[in-house]
C-alpha cells in the first residue's frame, strides 16, 4: 500500500502560524486532502488541492504542493485554541474507487 | 456530516461474538466505506463499495464482511469479534467531486 507521513506532534503558541507538512508516495494522487478530527468527534474535511495546483488559500488556511518532492503542508495563521486537534493528510489512490490513504495524524496543540 | 448516522454509536461485545454495524446515509451517494482508527495507524480501509450489493476489499479486510442491500445503508459485520478488532468504525461517502465526508464514529469495544 501506499504511505502517508506525518509527524506526530506540533506545539504553536496562539496567534501564531502552524504549519503541518505530509509526504505522499503516489505521484499520480489527483487530490490531497486535509481533515480535522476534534476528540471523541468525526473527521471533517478542512481543504483539499488539486494536483496540477501549487497552493490554495481559504481563509486562515494555505495549502502548498510540492509534487516534485510528493511534499503537501497545511498552514494555519493566527491559530487559535479552537484550531487544537488532529490532523490527517489523505492521498486519493489510482486505480479507481476514490479510495483515499491516510497519513497518521499530526497532534496540534495551542497553547496560550 | 453530509447525511451520515452510524449506529450503535458505542457498543461493548465479547470475543467471538457477531457484531454488526450500520452506516446510513441520506443523499443517495454511490460510493460508501468502512474505515477503522487506531492509534499510530490513523485511518485504514476496511471495505468500501461502488453501488448496490456492489463492494471491495480494502487495506484491512481480514475479519470483516460488508453488505449493501439498498444505497442508503452500509453494514459492517464482525462475524465472530476479536479483541484486535476494538476500535474506532468510521463510515464515509464520497461525493462526485471525489471528497468523502465521515460520519461520527462507532467506537467498538471486544472484551
Known amino acids: 500500500g501506499e504511505d502517508v507521513e506525518q509527524s506526530l506532534f506540533l506545539s504553536v503558541r496562539e496567534g501564531d502560524s502552524s504549519v503541518i507538512n505530509c509526504t505522499y508516495t503516489d505521484s499520480s494522487s489527483t487530490y490531497l486532502y486535509w481533515y480535522k478530527q476534534e476528540p471523541g468527534a468525526g473527521l471533517q474535511l478542512l481543504t483539499y488541492?488539486?494536483?496540477?495546483?501549487d497552493m490554495k488559500q481559504d481563509q486562515r488556511l494555505t495549502v502548498l504542493l510540492n509534487k516534485k518532492d510528493k511534499h503537501l503542508s497545511l498552514r494555519i495563521a493566527d491559530t487559535q485554541t479552537g484550531d487544537s486537534a488532529i490532523y490527517f493528510c489523505?492521498?486519493?489512490?489510482?486505480?479507481?474507487?476514490?479510495?483515499?490513504?491516510f497519513g497518521t495524524g499530526t497532534q496540534l496543540k495551542v497553547e496560550l | 456530516d453530509a447525511g451520515i448516522t452510524q449506529s450503535p454509536r458505542h457498543k461493548v461485545t465479547e470475543t467471538g461474538t457477531p457484531v454488526t454495524l450500520r452506516c446510513h446515509q441520506t443523499?443517495?451517494?454511490?460510493?460508501m466505506y468502512w474505515y477503522r482508527q487506531d492509534p499510530g495507524h490513523g485511518l485504514r480501509l476496511i471495505h468500501y463499495s461502488y453501488g448496490v450489493k456492489d463492494t471491495d476489499k480494502g487495506e484491512v479486510s481480514d475479519g470483516y464482511s460488508v453488505s449493501r442491500s439498498k444505497t442508503e445503508d452500509f453494514l459492517l459485520t464482525l462475524e465472530s469479534a476479536t479483541s484486535s478488532q476494538t476500535s474506532v468504525y468510521f463510515c464515509?461517502?464520497?461525493?462526485?467531486?471525489?471528497?468523502?465526508?465521515f460520519g461520527p464514529g462507532t467506537r467498538l469495544t471486544v472484551l
Open positions: 489523505a492521498e486519493i489512490l489510482t486505480g479507481g474507487g476514490n479510495k483515499l490513504t
Open positions: 488541492i488539486f494536483s496540477n495546483m
Open positions: 443523499e443517495n451517494h454511490r460510493y
Open positions: 464515509a461517502i464520497s461525493t462526485s467531486e471525489d471528497t468523502q465526508y
